[in-house]
């Protein structure tokens, strides 16, 4: 059974990076063709799809973290990090970790999707000087 | 990017149905996927692709899309389905994703 931990600083003063790890067990982080995925619960708000990677080194990010965020993955550690560069007070959240799955099809009115069937339990990072 | 609109919240009585709705562009190109979230838990998938269920969830979850509109339909609603209902889809481009706005469940 595949199990993702995330861990992280918890406490991250303004203007620098936030470093948080997610560690994968019970599968390796290059079986399967699975997107890595970081995702945020603002207090009081909803979800937000931070990015994903996969361990071949593609990646993608929401807009609106205008570049200062980035996603890698460690093969031989199992697993795989998310940076984020310049934090505010915006960015406390709880951050999950996720593995993602992306299917896409074509022709006629097929439909793709996208779904994140593992999570996380979440670690909760407050930027505060 | 896409942007995915969700009603705040509904309410239901306990053994009764109610349906969720998720509404956006990328939703005519792409199904929209359903996740459960309960205070202090991360979120659970309950419903993927035009209408699956992960092994665990209940058969009273399922969903349906027409034209740009998702919904996730809870059909004899229990008090442990009492919870925060989040739809995602992938943006119009395919690759970046995007989250609705959340609706609360609350079960009377």
Sequence with gaps: QVQLKESGPGLVKPSQTLFLTCSVSGASIISGSFYWTWVRLHPGKGLEWIGYVQYRGSTYYDPSLKSRAITSVDTFKNQFSLELSSVTAADSAVYYCARGSMVTRFGGSAKGYYYLDVWGKGTTVTVSS | ?????????????????????????????????????????????????????????????????????????????????EADYYCQSRDINGNLLVFGTGTQVTVL
Excluded at chain 2, 48 to 75: E, Q, V
């Design chain 2, 1 to 81: 990017s896409s942007q995915l609109t969700q009603d705040p919240a509904v309410s239901v009585t306990l053994g009764h149905t109610v349906t969720i709705t998720c509404q956006g562009g990328s939703l005519g190109q792409f199904y929209a996927t359903w996740y459960q979230q309960k205070p202090g838990q991360a979120p659970v998938l309950v419903i993927y692709d035009k209408n699956s269920r992960p092994s665990g969830i209940p058969d009273r979850f399922s969903g349906s899309t027409s034209g740009n509109t998702a919904s996730l339909t809870i059909a004899g609603a229990q008090a442990e389905d």
